[in-house]
């Protein structure tokens, strides 16, 4: 069983960053797709960003040029770095790995961030 534990959100002022960490134990099954979804209240959650197996990432259209996503040479730690924050950037941000037919997706349990204008 995969655990993912969120970490690293906070407040910032708009234009700020923030790292938010995800910590994988016991690590990043082979083959799994990582990603980073958000939830802001009242809405559905929706993706940030998603690294593939061959390295190529898909980013939400409010991540591009913002956000960037990485992992730890011993694949149990993913990164989300999160440059110049928007009030708008105000969620609920959460870890996921999924296989590739999403026959099992796993899930942090999400850590705020709150962007003040």
């Known amino acids: 069983q995969v655990q993912l534990v969120d970490s690293g959100g906070g407040l910032v002022q708009s234009g700020g960053s923030l790292r938010l960490s995800c910590a994988v134990s016991?690590?990043?099954?082979?083959?799994?797709?990582i990603a980073w979804y958000r939830q802001a209240p009242g809405k559905p959650r929706e993706s940030v960003i998603h690294?593939?197996?061959?390295?190529?990432?898909d980013y939400a259209d409010s991540a591009k040029g913002r956000f960037t996503i990485s992992t730890d040479s011993a694949k149990k730690t993913v990164y989300l770095q999160m440059n110049d924050l928007k009030p708008e950037d105000t969620a609920a941000y959460y870890c996921?790995?999924?296989?590739?037919?999403?026959?099992?997706?796993?899930w942090g349990q999400g850590t705020q961030v709150t962007v003040s204008s």
């Open positions: 996921s790995l999924y296989n590739l037919y999403r026959s099992q997706q796993y």
């Open positions: 016991p690590s990043i099954p082979a083959s799994y797709v």
């Open positions: 690294l593939h197996p061959d390295d190529r990432i």
